[in-house]
């Protein structure tokens, strides 16, 4: 399940209603914060934005950038794909979202166990919580490397920030994404070379859950994951 945005402006009425409810049924907040034990190595994934303004909002963010102009961060992104042969992922979101971050965890090769610190950053209301993966731990980092790997190998990826950084909304709009767009992030899509929309990721066959109130986890199946994932990079591909 995504998280829908009823409007533009809303991440500070979502964010509080996602800590109301995570007190009382299981933290379904935003997260900005990992652990992983036992840290394997990991492959290098050409991530936009480069680094994060410490001066911006109180130094909060962890993944988008809420400052900066997201056009210029599309298009750098986008050269940088090109420059490299890859193909350009985008994922549309917001620090409060959990799945945004949870789809940039996985992605990233971390499993096992995750600690997120649920609600909107800087909220004194924020919790922290750790979720464990019910998978066989070595089947389990076994499929987030060769995840990670394949995403390395072939994607230069961009978060696009939804809520506070100008011009987010114009990326969409830009990429001529915006009428696939369903108000749920991450709402996450590859692009051609010339920077057009050509495919998204669907999350609910690729989600794995679970909703207990203390049996609580997000996550997804990794195998399914990168099947979709290269069907959209082959598309792309063809649309060059």
């Known amino acids: 399940m995504l998280v829908k945005i009823i409007v533009r402006t809303t991440s500070s009425l979502v964010a509080a209603l996602c ?9 379904d907040s935003s ?9 394997p190595e990991y ?25 900066g102009d997201q056009l210029v961060l599309f298009e750098s992104a986008l050269t940088e794909a090109n420059a490299q042969n890859k193909t350009l992922l985008v994922s549309f979101g917001a620090e409060w979202c959990i799945w945004c971050h949870v789809f940039d965890k996985y992605i990233k090769g971390e499993a096992g166990k995750f600690t997120y610190t ?20 070595a089947t389990a980092r076994k499929e987030a490397q060769a995840l990670n790997s394949s995403i390395a190998d072939n994607f230069v990826l961009v978060h696009i920030e939804s809520d506070y950084a ?25 692009t051609d070379r010339n920077g057009t929309f050509v495919d998204q990721l669907p999350h ?8 207990g109130m203390f049996d609580w986890y997000r996550g997804y199946d990794r195998s399914l994951m990168l099947g979709k994932l290269e069907e959209m990079r082959v598309s792309a591909t063809q649309q060059n």
Do not use: H, K, M
Not at 44 to 62: H, M, V, W
Not at 204 to 211: F, L, V
């Open 118 to 137: 649920f609600g909107e950053p800087g909220d004194a209301r924020a919790q922290t919580e750790t979720l464990y993966e019910r998978r066989d731990e």
């Open 204 to 211: 609910g066959p690729i989600e794995e859950r679970r909703d």
């Open 166 to 190: 100008p011009c987010g909304w114009d990326v969409l709009d830009r990429a001529g994404a915006a009428d696939y767009f369903d108000n749920w992030v991450p709402f996450i899509f590859v």
């Open 31 to 39: 997260p900005n914060s990992t652990s992983v034990s036992d840290e």
């Open 19 to 27: 800590i109301a409810a995570s007190a009382a049924c299981g933290n």
């Open 43 to 67: 492959a290098a994934i050409t991530t936009f934005p480069l680094s994060l303004d410490p001066e911006c909002r109180g130094s909060q963010q962890e993944i988008y950038d809420e400052c």
